[in-house]
Nanobody, 115 residues
Framework: QVRLVESGGGLVQPGGSLSVSCVLSGDIFRFYIMGWYRQAPGKQRELVAT???????NYADSVKGRFTISRNNAKNTVYLQMNSLKPEDTAVYYC?????????WGQGTQVTVSS
């Protein structure tokens, strides 16, 4: 069974940086399209950043130039580096893995941007 475990969330001041990571277990990581989503209180879950089928990256307009998604296939890990954080980035961040009909979510990690 495929499992995703996120880590690295926390509290950061506006303008600060934070990195979250997600480890996949139970299958071959490099076969999966990996992405990050987030859900703020009272809002729908939204895409933050993801890899495409071709291996390129796609970002939400709100995070372009500030966030970077990366992956290390040898470590079965996908990362999200978040810079110049804003209070509106506060949300639970979820890792997602897709392979064919298989669509797996992590448990989420809280990111809070506040002074």
């Amino acid at each position: 069974q495929v499992r995703l475990v996120e880590s690295g969330g926390g509290l950061v001041q506006p303008g600060g940086s934070l990195s979250v990571s997600c480890v996949l277990s139970g299958d071959i990581f490099r076969f999966y399209i990996m992405g990050w989503y987030r859900q703020a209180p009272g809002k729908q879950r939204e895409l933050v950043a993801t890899f495409t089928n071709s291996g390129s990256t796609n970002y939400a307009d709100s995070v372009k130039g500030r966030f970077t998604i990366s992956r290390n296939n040898a470590k079965n890990t996908v990362y999200l580096q978040m810079n110049s954080l804003k209070p509106e980035d506060t949300a639970v961040y979820y890792c997602n893995a897709q392979r064919g009909r298989n669509n797996v979510w992590g448990q989420g990690t809280q990111v809070t941007v506040s002074s």
